[in-house]
């Protein structure tokens, strides 16, 4: 995902799950500048063995989980504060390679922002993993 590989300062996620080894190493993954990576993700990756959100955070990145909701079925990216990627393309090797789905990146830093605000939101009744 271009959006991902061109971060130059940060990247939020907020996803179901995020699965996909590409994706996890884009950031700082590729030698680029380090990025500022977390990520906000559902609380089924606190149940399995070994998940996207232990993936992330053996990697060293921040990862938070979800736990007001029922499902957080997010699947949203902020790339430095003024890109948004979305839609229903989860994060995950099955997305990228067996999945119908959409994926919509918008370069709109007032979208972003809004985003952003709502990322916050979310990370405020989320609980470290």
């Not at 079925?73 to 390679?97: R, Y």
């Not at 922002?113 to 405020?124: A, F, G, V």
Request: glycine share 8%; aromatic share 8%; proline share 2%.
């Amino acid at each position: 995902m271009s959006a991902l590989g061109q971060a130059k300062e940060s990247v939020y996620v907020q996803a179901y799950s995020f699965t996909s080894a590409p994706h996890c190493q884009g950031p700082g993954g590729r030698g680029q500048a380090r990025v500022k990576v977390e990520a906000l993700l559902d609380k089924s990756q606190r149940r399995a063995t070994y998940t996207g959100a232990s993936f992330l955070k053996n990697a060293g990145i921040p990862v938070y989980i979800d736990v007001a909701h029922a499902i957080a079925h997010n699947k949203v990216m902020v790339v430095d504060g003024q890109t948004v990627v979305t839609g229903s393309f989860n994060f995950t090797k099955a997305a990228e390679e067996r999945n119908a789905e959409n994926l919509l990146i918008i370069k709109d830093k007032g979208l972003a922002r809004l985003y952003m605000e709502n990322w916050e939101r979310h990370k405020d009744h989320s609980e470290d993993y």
